[in-house]
């Protein structure tokens, strides 16, 4: 049995320690972020992560001044979403590793999955890396290399590629453990980087954008902010017309071609586009 500790906050992370459970890999303690507002009443609740580590009795911090600081003996990190400092990340025996999906030192930072989908790099991979102060900077443990050959919308690459990462790691922790993997500093003259996704990144021009880069944004923001584009509505009983957003939920993209299957228009519920079309295009 290897003792670590995990920080995570995200479904991802979920994924990742669901999958260490099947190789008999339990974390003693879990680390995450605070209890915030969430949903329409904005009540404070834990996260997917907080709620994991009490379903499976793990105890869980939210503050790393609550980290033990004597004792340590390795720290795994997926999709914390927040800066770990210096002090911290030196303090295990057998440092701090981080499970990141992308091939590093390509696409470093915050949303290395939907930007894979948006600039259609199908060679990607996951990368386990000694964690160091830097963003996604720190020397290689392992990579392993993936090719998709039809994106698939975000949730699905994201479990995807949780699921290898986690396998990859639980394969290599014991020769790590051993002292048998020495990392491999990254090419840092190679490195490139992803942004925050913003609300208006999921804006797309049917008649103008490509179609495919349409299909690949309504992938990558399949899950937030969503693809979406606006039509002008005319309002029968002023005769005014009004711009309404309307949101891309599905699509597909076969022979060159795009079928966007369902939508929902600002107001409305999800319907499919042929519907939509009757009733608002025409």
Known sequence: MIDFTFFGSSRLSVIVLDELLK???????????????QGRKLEIKPNV??????????????????IPRENANLFIVASYGKIIPKEIIELPKHK????HPSLLPEYRGASPLPTAILNDTKNTGVTIMQLDTEMDHGPIVIQKRIEIMKWPTYEEFEEMMAIVGAH????????????????????????????????????????????????????????????YFFVKKEDHSTGEH????????????????????TVIPEGKKEMSYKDFERGYLK
Do not use: C, M
């Not at 992560?49 to 609550?66: C, G, M, P, T, Y």
């Open 23 to 37: 190789f008999d890999l339990k974390p003693s303690l879990v680390v995450t972020t605070p209890d915030k507002p």
């Open 49 to 66: 992560v907080k709620s994991w580590a009490i379903e499976h009795n793990v105890k869980v911090i939210d503050d790393l001044q609550k």
């Open 96 to 99: 701090t590793l981080n499970i």
């Open 168 to 227: 990859l790691l639980a394969e290599t922790l014991p020769k790590w453990v051993d002292g048998k993997i020495v990392p491999t500093e990254q090419n840092h003259a190679k490195a490139t980087y992803t942004k925050k996704i913003k609300k208006e990144d999921g804006l797309v021009d049917l008649s103008v954008d490509d179609p495919y880069l349409i299909f690949r944004k309504v992938q990558a923001f399949h899950e937030w902010p969503q693809a």
């Open 242 to 261: 009004r711009k309404i957003r309307v949101k891309i939920t599905s699509a597909s993209f076969e022979d060159n071609t795009l079928t966007i299957n």
